[in-house]
C-alpha cells in the first residue's frame, strides 16, 4: 500500500526560529499533498493544499509567510514553520493522494509534534 | 461533501464487535464513504472505503445502508490496540478535495 513517511517525528525549538517538516511519498506519486493541524483533544484541521509546481493554496486564517509550504516534485512536500512562538506548537500532519487515482485513498504522514519553547 | 455526524465516544469489551455508526443523510450518488483512525498522536490510518455495497477487508467491514443515508463501520474481534478516534467522511472518489474531520467517535476497548 502507499506510504507517506514524515520527517521528523517531533522537534523542539526556540521561538523564533524557523522549523521545516518533511513530507514524503515513498512508493506513489502525488501532485497534491495537504497539511493539517491539529491541537490537543481537538480534531484535524487542514491548513494548506500543496500543489507540485504551483503555489500552495491555504484556508482562511493561516499565514501563507509564516507557514512556508513547497512542493518541488511529485514525491516531496516540505512545510517550513518560520519565527516560531508557542503558540504554533501542535501537531502537524501531512497527507497525499495517488496521482494515478489507484485505489489507496489518502495516505497520512505519521506525524510531527512541534514544539516551540 | 456531505456532513457527517458521530457519536462522541462509544465503549466496547475486548473480543467483542464493535460498532461505529455513522449518518450521512446529505451524500450525493457520487460520494464515497471512507473510514480513517487516528491512534493517539500517530497520523490517521486508512481502514476502509465504500459507495454502496457493503465492504471487507482485514481491518474491518462497512456495512451501507440501501438508502445511504447512514453507515456502520465493525471491528469483528477489537482489540486494546483499537482504543483510537475513528473518522467517517465522505468524499467524491475523484476529488482532488481535502479530506475534512468532523469530531469522530473515541472508541475505547476495555480489558
Known amino acids: 500500500g502507499a506510504v507517506v513517511s514524515q520527517h521528523p517525528s517531533w522537534v523542539i525549538c526556540k521561538s523564533g526560529t524557523s522549523v521545516k517538516i518533511e513530507c514524503r511519498s515513498l512508493?506513489?506519486?502525488?501532485?497534491?499533498m495537504f497539511w493539517y493541524r491539529q491541537f490537543p483533544k481537538q480534531s484535524l484541521m487542514l491548513m494548506a493544499t500543496?500543489?507540485?509546481?504551483?503555489?500552495?493554496?491555504?484556508e482562511q486564517g493561516v499565514e501563507k509567510d509564516k507557514f512556508l509550504i513547497n512542493h518541488a516534485s511529485l514525491t516531496l512536500s516540505t512545510l517550513t514553520v518560520t519565527s516560531a512562538h508557542p503558540e504554533d506548537s501542535s501537531f502537524y500532519i501531512c497527507s497525499a493522494k495517488a496521482v494515478d487515482g489507484a485505489n489507496y485513498g489518502y495516505t497520512f504522514g505519521s506525524g510531527t509534534r512541534l514544539t516551540v519553547v | 461533501d456531505a456532513k457527517t455526524t458521530q457519536p462522541p465516544s462509544m465503549d466496547c469489551a475486548e473480543g467483542r464487535a464493535a460498532n461505529l455508526p455513522c449518518n450521512h443523510s446529505?451524500?450525493?450518488?457520487?460520494?464515497?464513504v471512507y473510514w480513517y483512525r487516528q491512534i493517539h498522536s500517530q497520523g490517521p490510518q486508512y481502514i476502509i472505503h465504500g459507495l454502496k455495497n457493503n465492504e471487507t477487508n482485514e481491518m474491518a467491514s462497512l456495512i451501507i445502508t440501501e438508502d445511504r443515508k447512514s453507515s456502520t463501520l465493525i471491528l469483528p474481534h477489537a482489540t486494546l490496540r483499537d482504543t483510537a478516534v475513528y473518522y467517517c467522511i465522505v468524499i467524491s472518489r475523484g476529488s482532488a478535495r481535502q479530506l475534512t474531520f468532523g469530531s469522530g467517535t473515541q472508541l475505547t476497548v476495555l480489558p
Open positions: 500543496s500543489n507540485e509546481g504551483s503555489k500552495a493554496t491555504y
Open positions: 512508493d506513489f506519486q502525488a501532485t497534491t
Open positions: 446529505t451524500i450525493s450518488g457520487n460520494e464515497y
